[in-house]
T-cell receptor
Framework: KAGVTQTPRYLIKTRGQQVTLSCSPISGHRSVSWYQQTPGQGLQFLFE???????NKGNFPGRFSGRQFSNSRSEMNVSTLELGDSALYLCASSPGTSGSADTQYFGPGTRLTVL | GESVGLHLPTLSVQEGDNSIINCAYS??????FIWYKQESGKGPQFIID?????DKRQGQRVTVLLNKTVKHLSLQIAATQPGDSAVYFC????????FGAGTRLAVHP
């Protein structure tokens, strides 16, 4: 099975712009979660989508949003970019049917740099 | 607040030695724990998991121990190899993954 794929791998934007990141989960997985990784804050949960619905949300401002399509692919969007949004954005997929015992598998991430 | 923490930010070992990476978690109601390995430029890679109804689980060269009494996890890597050099995270799964800060494992020849 192919793993989780994320595009693009690298992105450079300027403050105030918006950005859309894409994630394709492992075939058959219906849950997609997004995480932000920074040196200062570590890995932090953004949100989770399951069957095209946001099922769980972390403590991030409304500038961070996401969606999931019927084929389980997911996108996340960050509007009005700030310097502090520079981070590695990771997508993880899981079957989505085992509750807290679902094992999540990560993609390689998208490295976003905001100038 | 919620947290899963690690005692040692950096661990240096000699090739062939055994490594032990420790982790503390805060929520006694958590019932599923995962160890991930992250190499430079890559996403976290699943290593091994354990459910709260177990206190030990073994994989290939890795063992995870869970002590629910003191809310402590450890990852043991046998015969550590240079390819094991990476940052290791423990994660507590409660509808989302709550990660610790990570421990960097450096393996020296």
């Amino acid at each position: 099975k192919a793993g989780v794929t994320q595009t693009p791998r690298y992105l450079i934007k300027t403050r105030g712009q918006q950005v859309t990141l894409s994630c394709s989960p492992i075939s058959g997985h219906r849950s997609v979660s997004w995480y932000q990784q920074t040196p200062g804050q570590g890995l932090q949960f953004l949100f989770e989508y399951f069957s095209e619905t946001q099922r769980n949300k972390g403590n991030f401002p409304g500038r961070f949003s996401g969606r999931q399509f019927s084929n389980s692919r997911s996108e996340m969007n960050v509007s009005t970019l700030e310097l502090g949004d520079s981070a590695l954005y990771l997508c993880a997929s899981s079957p989505g049917t085992s509750g807290s015992a679902d094992t999540q598998y990560f993609g390689p991430g998208t490295r976003l740099t905001v100038l | 607040g919620e947290s899963v923490g690690l005692h040692l930010p950096t661990l240096s070992v000699q090739e062939g030695d055994n490594s032990i990476i420790n982790c503390a978690y805060s929520n006694s109601a958590s019932d599923y724990f995962i160890w991930y390995k992250q190499e430079s430029g890559k996403g976290p890679q699943f290593i091994i998991d354990i459910r709260s109804n177990m206190d030990k689980r073994q994989g290939q060269r890795v063992t995870v121990l869970l002590n629910k009494t003191v809310k402590h996890l450890s990852l043991q890597i046998a015969a550590t190899q240079p390819g094991d050099s990476a940052v290791y995270f423990c994660a507590e799964s409660r509808s989302k993954l709550i990660f610790g800060a990570g421990t960097r494992l450096a393996v020296h020849p």
